[in-house]
């Protein structure tokens, strides 16, 4: 029983030892956890702007297509005529089915 006694302020020492070291591990944990949702964050602002960068660039790429449609429809409105026929022909051939 004296040794019992003996290792039991050891032990209370090992113990509190134990909880620091946990309580250290946790706040460091969860500042780690911060630094990864700033980072996250910034690189989803990075995606946004790059998103927002290529929206325009295809906006600005279809804005230049409907422009050259509208100068063909104008110089050729027969072979247009033709052209959309056909393509109603054949997507009613492909949807029209039951």
């Known amino acids: 029983?004296?040794?019992?006694?003996?290792?039991?302020?050891?032990?209370?020492?090992?113990?509190?030892a134990s909880r620091e070291a946990v309580m250290a591990a946790l706040d460091k944990l969860l500042e780690a956890k911060e630094h990864f949702k700033k980072a996250a964050e910034a690189a989803g602002l990075d995606l946004k702007?790059?998103?927002v960068?290529?929206?325009?660039?295809?906006?600005?790429?279809?804005?230049?297509?409907?422009?050259?449609?509208?100068?063909?429809?104008?110089?050729?409105?027969?072979?247009?005529?033709g052209i959309a026929f056909l393509a109603g022909l054949v997507f009613a051939q492909i949807f029209g089915r039951k």
């Open 53 to 81: 960068d290529q929206l325009d660039k295809g906006k600005e790429k279809a804005k230049i297509l409907g422009e050259q449609a509208s100068e063909y429809v104008h110089a050729k409105p027969l072979e247009t005529l």
């Open 49 to 51: 702007h790059e998103a």
């Open 1 to 16: 029983m004296a040794t019992a006694k003996k290792d039991e302020p050891d032990r209370t020492a090992e113990l509190e």
